[in-house]
T-cell receptor, first 114, second 115 residues
Framework: ETGVTQSPTHLIKTRGQQVTLRCSSQSGHNTVSWYQQALGQGPQFIFQYYREEENGRGNFPPRFSGLQFPNYSSELNVNALELDDSALYLC?????????????FGPGTRLTVL | AQSVTQLDSQVPVFEEAPVELRCNYSSSVSVYLFWYVQYPNQGLQLLLKYLSGSTLVESINGFEAEFNKSQTSFHLRKPSVHISDTAEYFCAVYSFSGGYNKLIFGAGTRLAVHP
């Protein structure tokens, strides 16, 4: 069984650019959540996708957007990058959007904005 | 609103000594609680979880945590730590509302095990 994978591992961008991060969910999981982990902090919930629809969002501006594909893989897009967007971006998948189910995390993508 | 407070940002300890990492949560509903571990330059790995039942939960590598509803705590303990336990530890509470779930994390505790 393949776990959650993310690409790329590292990424360097400059302010104002756009970036796309990718996530492949664990086999059998239809729900993907994205988290932002700034240096020295705990992960913060960005949004969640369930069956190709965004079904929950944290306190992040609209320039953070996403997609989920029919195979349940997902993308996180960030437009107009700011220095504060530098962080580790974590993707997590779970078998359903219901309560109580464990979320399985990928290794993350480290984004640096210069 | 639910929240998680990890009371110590760093915990230094000598190898083979016991350790406790403290976590308090705030929630007005039934809680599911988790401890995740993050090794340097890696993602999060689930260490243990409390969903219901016995208030004492254990991991396969010797950690345990006790759910204490009256004190709203979920402290993580290990009786004897190893150098390999050096990592960042995150306590999290599961939030389910509006038809979706999310994890709310504490700020983390850095456990540094010294020889």
């Amino acid at each position: 069984e393949t776990g959650v994978t993310q690409s790329p591992t590292h990424l360097i961008k400059t302010r104002g650019q756009q970036v796309t991060l990718r996530c492949s969910s664990q086999s059998g999981h239809n729900t993907v959540s994205w988290y932002q982990q700034a240096l020295g902090q705990g992960p913060q919930f960005i949004f969640q996708y369930y069956r190709e629809e965004e079904n929950g969002r944290g306190n992040f501006p609209p320039r953070f957007s996403g997609l989920q594909f029919p195979n349940y893989s997902s993308e996180l897009n960030v437009n107009a990058l700011e220095l504060d967007d530098s962080a580790l971006y974590l993707c997590a998948s779970s078998p359903t959007s219901g309560g109580g189910n464990e979320q399985f995390f990928g290794p993350g993508t480290r984004l640096t904005v210069l | 609103a639910q929240s998680v407070t990890q009371l110590d940002s760093q915990v230094p300890v000598f190898e083979e000594a016991p350790v406790e990492l403290r976590c308090n949560y705030s929630s007005s509903v039934s809680v599911y609680l988790f401890w995740y571990v993050q090794y340097p330059n890696q993602g999060l790995q689930l260490l243990l979880k409390y969903l219901s039942g016995s208030t004492l939960v254990e991991s396969i590598n010797g950690f345990e945590a006790e759910f204490n509803k009256s004190q709203t705590s979920f402290h993580l303990r290990k009786p004897s730590v190893h150098i390999s336990d050096t990592a960042e530890y995150f306590c999290a509470v599961y939030s389910f509302s509006g038809g979706y779930n999310k994890l709310i994390f504490g700020a983390g505790t850095r456990l540094a095990v010294h020889p």
